[in-house]
């Protein structure tokens, strides 16, 4: 998005959060015949765009306690 990396605020781990993910989706492509229907980088650029593009959609719900860093933490 062409954003200076001063911009990531780290934060806490939400509650429950995997450490990691494994994912191998070699059984699906082997038994079922599965196949990506779109290359992840390209589908994440695509994604980002709509959302750059389509603000009106998301802005409304975008509140100051959604965007928390630590949401969790907070009294709804």
């Known amino acids: 998005m062409g954003k200076d990396e001063s911009l990531i605020e780290l934060v806490n781990d939400r ?15 082997r038994e079922l015949g599965w ?4 290359v992840f980088d390209k589908a994440l650029e ?3 765009k709509w959302y750059v593009e ?4 998301w802005r409304p719900i975008a509140t100051e306690k959604v965007l928390h860093p ?6 709804w």
């Open 35 to 38: 196949r990506p229907k779109y």
């Open 54 to 57: 389509n603000e009106w959609w």
């Open 70 to 75: 630590t949401p969790w933490k907070l009294k």
């Open 15 to 29: 509650p429950g959060h995997d450490v990691r993910y494994s994912l191998d989706s070699m059984k699906a492509r």
């Open 46 to 48: 695509a994604t980002v």
